[in-house]
């Protein structure tokens, strides 16, 4: 079940949409925008017991709108479906290790500007920047803990065990807030791909560490006009 928030934040970000995009049909032909990402995702910020933060797969899959506002520069906002989490890993011994994989997907609110560069005509290639604020909220969350640990039972052997968890509003707060930048090459204003980083503001942790989301990304959008 969708909570209510949730729903009464996609309904004002596709009203505002539809306000943006009659407001602007007038005078300027706005584009739909696909955009998917491949990324690696991770937390910055305290390790809790020795834990280590590495960089895990992630993936970003949304829509958006593109709003001219002249002919360098536009208004993008999006809505995405936004991987983040981490690999973590604690050593307890040469032999002996606690392993976190956690996965945070989250609903991305970003109202995002664009800037191209090189040549303004409709069709031609050049390079584009763009970026923005965004707000996440937490939808669902899994997470999957490895351990290895002495056998007591046959001393100089070890066992692994795993098993399986959630974090969101245990140790993982459910509302993200942060920036996105991305930097890329458009072909004829229809295909743009590019490099994103991602970095969360806000500590969403729920005790005394300290968390922030964070992402590094390799993204492809496609535009499409209004016959689409």
């Known amino acids: 079940m969708i ?3 949730i729903k009464h934040l996609v309904c004002s970000f596709l009203c505002i949409s539809l306000l943006v995009n009659t407001a602007f049909a007038q005078k300027n032909r706005s584009k739909k925008i696909f955009h998917i990402e491949a990324k690696s995702a991770r937390f910055s910020g305290d390790g809790v017991g020795g834990e280590t933060y590495f960089f895990k797969p992630a ?6 709108m593109q709003y001219p506002l002249t002919s360098r520069v536009s208004f993008n906002p999006e ?6 989490g981490f690999h973590g890993k604690t050593n307890f011994s040469d032999s002996t290790y606690t392993e976190r994989n ?7 609110i970003s109202p995002n500007f664009e800037i191209k560069l090189g040549s303004v005509s409709e069709y031609a290639s050049g390079f584009s920047v763009w970026g923005g604020p965004y707000m996440g909220i937490g939808l669902w ?10 056998n007591v039972q046959k001393p100089g052997t070890y066992v692994l065990t795993s098993t399986t968890g959630e974090s969101f509003s245990r140790d993982v707060r459910r509302l993200d807030l942060g920036f996105k930048v991305g930097i890329g090459v458009i072909s004829q204003n229809f295909v743009s791909v590019g490099l994103t980083y991602q970095a969360g503001l806000i500590n969403i942790a729920t ?8 992402s590094l990304g390799f993204y492809m959008r496609v535009f499409f006009d209004e016959i689409l």
């Open 141 to 150: 969350d899994n997470a999957t803990y490895n351990i290895r640990s002495a």
């Open 207 to 214: 005790d005394t560490k300290s968390l922030y989301n964070q």
């Open 59 to 64: 993936f970003e899959v949304g829509f958006g």
């Open 102 to 108: 956690l996965s945070l997907n989250y609903l991305d």
């Open 79 to 84: 809505l995405t479906l936004s991987q983040k």
């Open 3 to 5: 909570p209510p928030m």
